[in-house]
């Protein structure tokens, strides 16, 4: 395994069965990855696998479910091989009046945005460090950076997750891991169809500027690190 290469590695991508995490696995297949790719929805994981170069393999997995997701990364190394990129990209929001806002909904963004992703970042780590290394990549939000009305649960979420990778970072980044993270402004994906937003959809990124600097950042040579990026569209914050 060699930081800053991708052909030939095992990757999993969580978040892949549509939007940002959708696109990152079939840009990673199609420059010669193998990917676990993992949502809850095996339906659409199958359509993705059946619409890849062959590279893509589906794992249905909650990443808010601890045994699964440790399961699911034991399934990962015994069929595929030991993973060494992780790109942590599950994710769910849900915007308005925050006095307003059930319970539940706040309940649901900590645990898949900030717990989903520490679960998933502990379970990569300890394969790689079997390895000698790896690559991680969380694709958080400008949300966790910036305070924008109506979006307190999924700013507390986000920000959380910016948090653990920082610390994740400083604690492993010796060990040959590193850990990143990308911070992108409104990308036009289907998490946007219920969230509650009435932000123009035509104004935002597109799925594939994210994927496409996921790319760029696990190509970095092994002799440099990349800890953040803020990519945003070109207006700003929307």
Known sequence: MNLGEIERRIAVV???????????????????????????????????????????????????????VNDTYDQIASQLGYPTILVAAAGIATFGNTLETPYDDWILQINTNLTGTYLCNVAAIRHMLGMGGGDIVNVLSIAAVVGLPGAAGYSASKAGALGLTRSLNAEFRSQGIRISALIPGATDTPLWDSSGSDIDRRRMMRSEDVSQTVLWMLQTPGTASIDEIHLMPREGIL
């Not at 199609?30 to 676990?36: F, H, L, Q, R």
């Not at 790719?37 to 359509?47: E, I, M, S, T």
């Open 14 to 68: 969580t978040g892949a069965s549509s939007g940002i995490g959708r696109e990152i696995a079939r840009a990673l297949a199609d420059t010669g990855a193998t990917v676990a790719a993992l949502a809850r929805n095996r339906q659409a994981l199958d359509r993705l696998s059946r619409s890849s170069t062959g590279r893509v393999h589906p794992y249905p997995c909650d990443v808010t479910d601890a045994k699964q």
